[in-house]
């Protein structure tokens, strides 16, 4: 059986990664805040999402999801391709799923 896709192996700092806010400013001018995102180990910081709000924090949310969601679509993926597991996944979603990966490994 023929490899569904070429995989490399990632570079991108292993998860699974968290968020935080990180505020400064205070007295009279507007607080501001940030959102970290971090590695396990709590002193790597992966990203800054500069906006604040519920955006900033939506945004952080997504961000450190990344890896969680590239490895639900790998597992998709191969769940799809593998006999016997009941995939249920139609030809477009597959190539949706491997754009996603794709995009998420910087390729």
């Known amino acids: 059986m023929k ?4 995989t490399k ?9 968290t968020y935080d806010a ?15 995102i971090l590695a396990p180990q709590a ?5 800054t999402v500069r ?19 590239l ?8 769940g799809a391709n593998t006999k016997g597991q009941g995939g249920t996944l139609t030809a477009y979603d597959v190539d949706l799923l491997r754009a996603a990966i794709a995009k998420a490994e910087g390729k």
């Open 3 to 6: 490899p569904i896709m070429k």
């Open 9 to 17: 192996t990632t570079s991108h700092t292993p998860g699974p990664w």
């Open 22 to 36: 990180l505020q400064k400013g205070g007295g009279y001018k507007k607080l501001k805040t940030k959102w970290i």
């Open 43 to 47: 002193d790597d910081e992966v990203a």
């Open 51 to 69: 906006c604040g709000g519920d955006i900033g924090e939506a945004n952080a949310c997504l961000i450190s999801a990344a890896p969680d969601l």
């Open 71 to 78: 490895e639900a679509c790998k597992s998709a993926i191969y």
